[in-house]
């Protein structure tokens, strides 16, 4: 299923360059706060929490930040592809460089459930995630992320 | 010269007989059957009784010797026992040491008391004797091969084996003085109980940090430190039985304080042990086997069978349950741990006490004893494995341990060589993963000796040489087993996101806002499988929490190390149907638009 209502074209970072986890949590953060409106800080915190829990490495050289905010009004996804790949505590041990933050209000409940087992499921084929490490430009990555998926 | 020919007749009838018990190991090896039961046959084989017609009645010697391996095999126990498996296990397994050893002996003794028409002093003796369960017949057996047990269990039975006998051996012989010396009242009895056990619980520490203090302030000849160590072991021993402490419990202790310090040469110690205990069971049991004599067995056979039985289905099972009530196990998991009550050397030994002080009807004592573990090894020996199975507390198989190699650097304790094999698929050589406290040091590559700049990337059948803190080494085997790469990973099995097991509901019900009755927020998802599958957890297992399911998706020893999250159900298949359904039926709507304009 395409992620078009997560994700807006402007929510798109080609080539993001950070040294480690918690840089690319700060820059996303940051990129996120400018988008919505929302405390970078406030954004930071939630994240950070979901990271305590346990990491959102997916494996695979894929992680999907997320965390619920009340102030929030509709879910509102960032997509990030790395300059360089990152350890992110993944499970699989693989360093991570590709990233979606998934931010949801307070409100969502099981949407925001389904929203994130969506993300999850598509970047996990290895097509989507072969495509969005080759696209060079932001325009290529929203299109993958946008694409209709065979089969669904 | 007569008398050098019956040395050297000695020499040789006895080291033939040791080389014939350590050969007959193989084949208890095949069958699975207790080594213990190999070599005590094979000692009644070889004596009066036997074919071997060596005649041997010496019960002082046989005493001795009994002492002094038990002492040796205690100290042993306590040697491999780690600390941290020991303190979560503490208390069930205690309380199994001491009530459980009294409850079982009190428990035997009316049978003893009916079936042999002893007194009732004479009849909890008998039941004292057989009450404690055998280190090493339980050591053994939950080791043996197909049999994998919760850690919780395992280590319950395994500590309460290695502690329990310094609690039997006490009652023992308490209850020999009792005899011996006419009544005494009951006050008395629990005094002394008091100063013997604190006697050896005070002479065993001390001895202990005494001995891991010398080990690493004196510098011994390198061959020294294990025989120094066992020495000192048999010193604390005899120590503590000299001032009127238990010797027994002393030495398990000391064993238990050198374990668990940074010790020198800490391997060599546990490898010379291994051996010493190894001997030192071979000739207890080898004479105590000489000791027995079959025909007079028979004698008191229906007597000992009825004791056996009693022991083994009503005395056991009820101590177990009365002490392990207070905990957290289940009837199937208490059920195999009575079954698990297998007795061993130090009820023979502890039965041959009446013959050496010469009570009377020492002889019932010790046929009883000697049929009753007997009979305890034959049949609870061979039917555990399927005990287990048919009580479904058996965990499947895990990949089994690489070798480990260690090697002692002189001069500090906080760090030592590790070396291994590396297989073609180990985690090491797939992911390039080490731990950050192990450091590559050397790298064996065909025959050669590189360093580990020298070898660069490592390849499969090389050997490193890692160094590592000691009490981390075992840590390390995991990153060498050698096993498949994890096939290809099916999201729908995994999960869309992973947690540790560790992880607690609570924090999970906030962050998705799930539903969770409140006294279970402080509960970790790994206790919640067990709670809610009510047995190990396998991997694959799943488990619906409000919206989402839990799936066990790393599980470690029937526990889950790493739960994966499936946060909604998967898309239902037949949306394509659904489409092409939708796609014909506005096809039919314009198609009846176009004909009903017509």
């Not at chain 2, 000695?10 to 033939?16: N, Q, R």
């Not at chain 2, 064993?255 to 291994?274: E, K, W």
Request: proline share 6%; charged share 15%; with cysteine.
């Amino acid at each position: 299923m395409p992620l078009s209502d997560l994700v807006a074209p402007q929510a798109v970072m080609p080539a993001l360059k950070v040294n480690g986890k918690k840089q690319a949590l700060l820059e996303l953060a940051a990129r996120a706060a400018e988008l919505t409106g929302l405390e970078e800080r406030d954004i930071l915190d939630v994240l950070q929490q979901r990271e305590k829990l346990g990491s959102t490495g997916i494996g695979n050289g894929i992680a999907i930040p997320h965390g619920k905010l009340a102030k929030l009004e509709r879910m509102f996804g960032l997509f990030a592809r790395l300059d360089r790949a990152i350890d992110f505590e993944a499970l699989d041990g693989q360093p991570v460089d590709l990233v979606f933050l998934l931010l949801a209000p307070e409100s969502a409940g099981a949407d925001h459930l389904k929203a994130l087992a969506r993300v999850a499921r598509l970047l996990r084929t290895a097509d989507t995630a072969t495509m969005l490490r080759d696209s060079r430009d932001a325009e290529a990555i929203y299109a993958v992320l946008t694409m209709p998926v065979p089969g669904t | 010269m007569d008398q050098i020919a019956n040395v050297s007749l000695a020499v040789l009838l006895g080291s033939a007989m040791v080389l014939a018990g350590i050969l007959s190991s193989l084949m208890a090896m095949r069958f699975g059957a207790p080594l213990l039961l190999v070599f005590l046959g094979f000692g009644m084989l070889a004596g009066e009784a036997g074919p071997g017609g060596v005649p041997f009645d010496n019960v002082e010697v046989a005493y001795l010797v009994g002492s002094v391996a038990l002492g040796l095999i205690l100290f042993d126990g306590g040697l491999r026992t780690r600390l941290s498996t020991f303190r979560t296990v503490l208390a069930p397994s205690m309380s199994l040491a001491t009530a459980g050893v009294m409850l079982t002996a009190a428990f035997t003794a009316p049978v003893a008391h009916f079936a042999l028409g002893l007194g009732w002093i004479e009849s909890l003796l008998i039941g004292s004797v057989i009450a404690s369960t055998d280190a090493a017949a339980v050591f053994f057996l939950l080791h043996a091969h197909g049999l994998r047990l919760r850690p919780r269990v395992a280590a319950t039975l395994e500590i309460e084996s290695g502690t329990n006998d310094p609690i039997a051996i006490f009652l023992t012989l308490l209850l020999v003085e009792i005899i011996l010396l006419g009544g005494k009242s009951w006050p008395d009895i629990a005094l002394a109980f008091v100063a013997k056990a604190a006697g050896g619980a005070v002479i065993g520490w001390g001895g202990g940090r005494a001995i891991s203090f010398v080990l690493n302030r004196v510098s011994l000849a390198q061959g020294l430190h294990a025989p120094f160590v066992s020495a000192a072991a048999l010193v604390v021993f005899g120590l503590a039985e000299f001032i009127g402490g238990s010797g027994f419990l002393a030495v398990y202790l000391a064993g238990l304080v050198v374990g668990n310090r940074p010790t020198r040469a800490h391997n060599t110690v546990v490898t010379f042990l291994d051996a010493a205990t190894w001997i030192a069971q071979i000739v207890m049991f080898l004479i105590l086997g000489l000791l027995a004599w079959p025909s007079r067995l028979i004698d008191h056979a229906v007597p000992a069978l009825a004791v056996a039985l009693t022991l083994m289905v009503v005395a056991r099972p009820a101590a177990v349950f009365l002490c392990l009530w207070p905990f957290r196990f289940s009837t199937r998991e208490k059920l195999f741990m009575s079954w698990v009550g297998l007795r061993g050397a130090v009820g023979i030994f502890l039965a041959s006490i009446p013959l050496l002080v010469e009570l009377p009807n020492g002889q019932v004592y010790f046929d009883i004893g000697f049929v009753v573990v007997l009979v305890s090894l034959l049949v609870q020996g061979w039917t555990i494995a399927p005990a287990a199975r048919r009580l479904h507390i058996s965990l499947p198989r895990s990949d089994p341990p690489p070798r480990r190699v260690e090697l002692d650097l002189p001069g500090q304790l906080e760090q030592e060589l590790v070396g291994y094999a590396v297989g073609p698929s180990s985690p090491y050589l797939r992911r390039h993963l080490v731990p950050s406290w192990a450091k590559l040091m050397l790298v064996v590559r065909d025959e050669e000796v590189l360093t580990a700049g020298e070898a660069q990337a490592i390849r499969e059948g090389d050997h490193v040489y890692l160094l590592a803190p000691p009490e981390k080494a075992h840590a390390l085997d995991r990153f060498f087993v050698d096993m498949p790469a994890p096939a290809s990973p099916d999201p729908q099995l995994l999960g869309d996101f992973f947690v540790p097991g560790e992880a607690t509901l609570g924090a999970l019900a906030e962050i998705y806002g799930l539903s969770v009755s409140p006294e279970d927020l402080g509960m970790s998802l790994a206790d919640q499988f067990v709670r809610r599958l009510g047995r190990p957890a396998r991997q694959g297992d799943v488990l619906p929490l409000g919206t989402i399911a839990l799936l066990a998706h790393r599980v470690t020893e029937g526990r889950v190390v790493s739960v994966g999250l499936r946060l909604a159900e998967p898309d239902p298949l037949p949306a394509t149907i659904e489409r092409w359904k939708a796609a014909l039926r506005r096809a039919w709507r314009r198609s009846t638009a176009v004909l009903r304009r017509r």
